[in-house]
């Protein structure tokens, strides 16, 4: 069984950085994707960003390049999600998710980001 523990999000002034964890228990993080995704009200859930199995290729939505970037560290079998020059159209809840060699999917609970303008 895998389980994800997201942690970071809050409030912040346009303009400004959050960084989103993503903890995941398993006996080991090597070969897992990860991604990023999030649901404003009234809104369905889209995709933000994911980082390849391998970390070499990362993805982002066209609404977040240049200002969010995510990462993921092994040793501690957690992924990040740094985000930077926030908008008040970044406000939402964010959720990790990861993708197994398997091909199995797991979700995070959510984390509320809101910006202020």
């Known amino acids: 069984q895998v389980e994800l523990v997201v942690s970071g999000g809050g409030l912040v002034q346009a303009g400004g950085s959050l960084r989103l964890s993503c903890a995941v228990s398993a006996r080991t993080f090597v070969g897992f994707s990860m991604g990023w995704y999030r649901q404003a009200p009234g809104k369905e859930r889209e995709f933000v960003a994911r980082i390849s199995w391998d970390g070499t290729t990362t993805t982002y939505a066209d609404s977040v390049k240049g200002r969010f970037t995510i990462s993921r560290d092994l040793a501690k079998n957690t992924g990040y999600l740094q985000m930077n020059r926030l908008k008040p159209e970044d406000t939402a809840v964010y959720y990790c998710?990861?993708?197994?060699?398997?091909?199995?999917?797991?979700w995070g609970q959510g984390t509320q980001v809101t910006v202020a303008s």
């Open positions: 998710n990861v993708n197994t060699p398997t091909a199995q999917d797991y």
